[in-house]
């Protein structure tokens, strides 16, 4: 089995058991400030992480090329409000001009 | 269950197209980063829930190993815990139907819930199952649509695609900075990320920063 099929299964495994164990633990166990705080911090700083490895690095070197043209036009659709497939389609579309003709 | 509200059918109808054709954009990204279309199928299918599996996607992408790609797929989902915390009180519900009602705990079924709590209880729960039924089947859908199609375009970097996926990042978190120490965490997060590249192994400087994360929420 490889990487890709190990991660595949145990995403879903792991996502599952955390949906169901929300589901089946006590209400005032998570009820705390913190750990509600904690949680909405997380996929921010997670995301943030994402972007940023995605747009600036190639196996584990900084590179900077057209993503992050893409990712700036997506950073202006989302600062004009735009819907998410805007952003998402004008980065794609920014960054293939650049890659094609450039 | 009784009478369903047209309010209740409209909003849950229109969340799960909406969200269900971001569907595309993950089986699209899903196979640029080397997935086959079958794993990109089976999660959406299985993990069911985006933001992890556009981690999963991102992190192998990127050259991370399967445990970093796991475990930060996995502090993505943590979050639908604890949905179901919130959910379970209200649904009630035991057996098969728990264990559907869990795999369908996510951002959205939760949220047209509680939106619709306020007008009845059963509105609350016919809005957690429509919503939650209606996004798996469009997204489960679309998956496979993004993924044969940039099966279908070969060099996806010539469509933009490396750089979709990032976008897709950015879309998903940008809701998300409500106040300035949010906005700060991100700003540190991606330079934290940026800077730790070149250091750790592929994966990690992303899962680190979920540490980042808990000192600024235990802080206060």
Same mark, same amino acid.
């Given at each position: 089995?490889?990487?890709?099929?190990?991660?595949?299964?145990?995403?879903?495994?792991?996502?599952?058991?955390?949906?169901?164990?929300?589901?089946?633990?006590?209400?005032?166990?998570?009820?705390?400030?913190?750990?509600?705080?904690?949680?909405?911090?997380?996929?921010?700083?997670? $995301?943030?992480?994402?972007?940023?490895?995605?747009?600036?690095?190639?196996?584990?070197?900084?590179?900077?090329?057209?993503?992050?043209?893409?990712?700036?036009?997506?950073?202006? #659709?989302?600062?004009?409000?735009?819907?998410?497939?805007?952003?998402?389609? @004008?980065?794609?579309?920014?960054?293939?001009?650049?890659?094609?003709?450039? | 269950?009784?009478?369903?509200?047209?309010?209740?059918?409209?909003?849950?109808? @229109?969340?799960?197209?909406?969200?269900?054709?971001?569907?595309?954009?993950?089986?699209?990204?899903?196979? #640029?980063?080397?997935? @086959?279309?079958?794993?990109?199928?089976?999660?959406?299918?299985?993990?069911? @829930?985006?933001?992890?599996?556009?981690?999963?996607?991102?992190?192998?992408?990127?050259?991370?190993?399967?445990?970093?790609?796991?475990?930060?797929?996995?502090?993505?989902?943590?979050?639908?815990?604890?949905?179901?915390?919130?959910?379970?009180?209200?649904?009630?519900?035991?057996?098969?139907?728990?264990?559907?009602?869990?795999?369908?705990?996510?951002?959205?079924?939760?949220?047209?819930? $509680?939106?619709?709590?306020?007008?009845?209880?059963?509105?609350?729960?016919?809005?957690?199952?429509?919503?939650?039924?209606?996004?798996?089947?469009?997204?489960?859908?679309?998956?496979?649509?993004?993924?044969?199609?940039?099966?279908?375009?070969?060099?996806?970097? #010539?469509?933009?695609?490396?750089?979709?996926?990032?976008?897709?990042?950015?879309?998903?978190?940008?809701?998300?900075?409500?106040?300035?120490?949010?906005?700060?965490?991100?700003?540190?997060?991606?330079?934290?990320?940026?800077?730790?590249?070149?250091?750790?192994?592929?994966?990690?400087?992303?899962?680190?920063? #979920?540490?980042?994360?808990?000192?600024?929420?235990?802080?206060?």
């Amino acid at each position: 089995m490889n990487a890709f099929w190990i991660a595949t299964l145990g995403t879903s495994v792991i996502a599952f058991a955390l949906k169901y164990s929300g589901h089946s633990i006590p209400q005032h166990w998570l009820e705390h400030p913190k750990v509600q705080r904690i949680n909405a911090l997380i996929p921010i700083a997670l $995301l943030s992480a994402l972007v940023a490895v995605q747009t600036f690095t190639e196996k584990s070197k900084l590179m900077i090329d057209h993503r992050l043209a893409g990712v700036s036009v997506a950073v202006i #659709a989302l600062l004009l409000k735009a819907p998410f497939p805007v952003v998402v389609l @004008s980065a794609a579309i920014t960054s293939a001009a650049i890659y094609n003709w450039l | 269950m009784s009478r369903v509200e047209a309010i209740t059918v409209r909003d849950s109808l @229109s969340v799960s197209l909406t969200v269900g054709a971001y569907g595309i954009a993950f089986g699209a990204a899903s196979v #640029a980063n080397g997935f @086959s279309v079958m794993q990109s199928c089976l999660l959406s299918l299985l993990t069911f @829930s985006g933001a992890s599996q556009f981690a999963v996607v991102g992190v192998l992408g990127a050259g991370g190993s399967a445990i970093s790609a796991i475990a930060t797929a996995s502090l993505l989902g943590v979050r639908n815990g604890l949905y179901g915390v919130i959910m379970a009180p209200r649904l009630r519900v035991k057996g098969v139907k728990r264990i559907v009602a869990a795999h369908i705990t996510i951002d959205e079924s939760t949220a047209v819930a $509680l939106g619709a709590e306020k007008r009845d209880h059963e509105a609350m729960k016919q809005g957690f199952w429509l919503t939650g039924i209606g996004v798996f089947v469009f997204w489960n859908l679309f998956t496979l649509l993004g993924a044969l199609g940039a099966q279908a375009m070969g060099d996806t970097r #010539a469509w933009g695609l490396d750089s979709a996926v990032p976008a897709a990042f950015l879309g998903l978190v940008w809701p998300r900075l409500e106040s300035n120490r949010d906005r700060a965490l991100a700003i540190t997060s991606v330079l934290f990320a940026i800077a730790m590249t070149p250091i750790l192994p592929a994966g990690l400087p992303i899962i680190a920063t #979920a540490f980042i994360a808990i000192a600024v929420g235990l802080r206060r």
